[in-house]
């Protein structure tokens, strides 16, 4: 192996991959080689060119710490983790589709009761949001586990801040026997990512701005059911058709409806003017899930 040219150095590299075990960590790493190597064919990448990339996965790298994921971020800002997403969560029509996880949750959120207010002390528009957890059959999945989380009207998570005293717009709730939940809360506002890293940088030369429309976090869980991670979004959202993340779809935006009725407010424990939202959450039984795997595979197995 030498005399290696810019026509047989890719092979010369898989060849390096023969001794690979692993099955799949063969498949992945000559499939990473292959288009690696043909990125830098294409564009011709230069000496200087090659070393601001390496400048910039090092800056990635030194900017992350036990709360901050620069790698995360610049996955979702190039569309891979929404295609992570797409590809591992095919779901039929009327199932609740998946949106990006974000780097903002948090295990462990206090569990509030249905009707349960979790922006307790925050400024903003006092909202409502109520609903059901189906399965495919519209049959209640009662007891269903909602995980929620959002940002604050200034745009930031609670473990965005120093001092927070605590997990705060966030918090974890039981659906009731019929499935149904409802919860407090204040309207989300679009915010933009964090632009103070390499990421920011990066954005910033691509001509795109870094914001997400507003939504709030879902996590929705029930023992036999495929979990959905996902978030409703504000209808009327000025950064609905240019999400940094990419992560609208259109079954997940719904109308954050207005309301001046003071006698509406008092029955659901709020303040005039406030917002109403409603939303039906559809799981697919996880053996659903489990089915169509098993055909993908049998599908890959016959094209392989
Ligand atoms: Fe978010």
């Not at 990635?60 to 610049?74: A, N």
């Not at 009707?115 to 609903?131: H, I, L």
């Amino acid at each position: 192996m030498r005399n290696l040219t810019e026509a047989n150095l890719t092979d010369a590299v898989l060849a390096k991959l023969e001794g690979a075990p692993d099955a799949r960590f063969k498949q992945i790493m000559t499939s990473l080689i292959q288009h690696l190597h043909a990125f830098v064919r294409e564009v011709e990448l230069t000496e200087e060119e090659w070393m601001t990339g390496i400048q910039f996965l090092t800056a990635v790298g030194h900017k992350c710490d036990d709360k901050r994921q620069e790698f995360i971020l610049l996955s979702d800002v190039l569309g891979v983790s929404m295609l992570v997403d797409a590809i591992n969560h095919r779901r039929p029509g009327g199932v609740t589709e998946n949106t990006v996880l974000g780097p903002f949750y948090v295990h462990g959120a206090p569990e509030i009761r249905n009707g349960d207010d979790m922006a307790a002390g925050w400024k903003g528009e006092p909202t409502y949001v109520a609903g059901r957890v189906l399965g495919t059959d519209g049959e209640p999945v009662p007891g269903a586990l909602l995980d929620l989380w959002q940002s604050n009207t200034e745009g930031f998570y609670d473990v965005q801040l120093a001092d927070t005293g605590g997990r705060q717009l966030r918090a974890r709730l039981r659906a009731d026997d019929e499935g149904r939940f409802r919860f407090r809360t204040i309207k989300p506002t679009a915010y933009p990512v964090p632009t103070d890293g390499p990421v920011g940088q990066i954005l910033d030369r691509m001509g795109r701005h870094p914001m997400r429309p507003a939504h709030l976090h879902f996590i929705v869980s029930a023992p036999g059911y495929e979990t959905v991670v996902t978030h409703l979004f504000v209808e009327g959202d000025p950064y609905l058709e240019s999400d940094v993340v990419f992560g609208v779809k259109n079954s997940l935006v719904i109308d954050f409806k207005r309301s001046d009725s003071e006698a509406e407010a008092e029955k659901l424990g709020l303040k005039a003017p406030f917002c109403k939202a409603s939303y039906e959450f559809v799981l697919r039984p996880a053996a659903a899930r489990a089915k169509q795997q098993k055909v993908t595979s049998a599908v890959d197995a016959a094209r392989a």
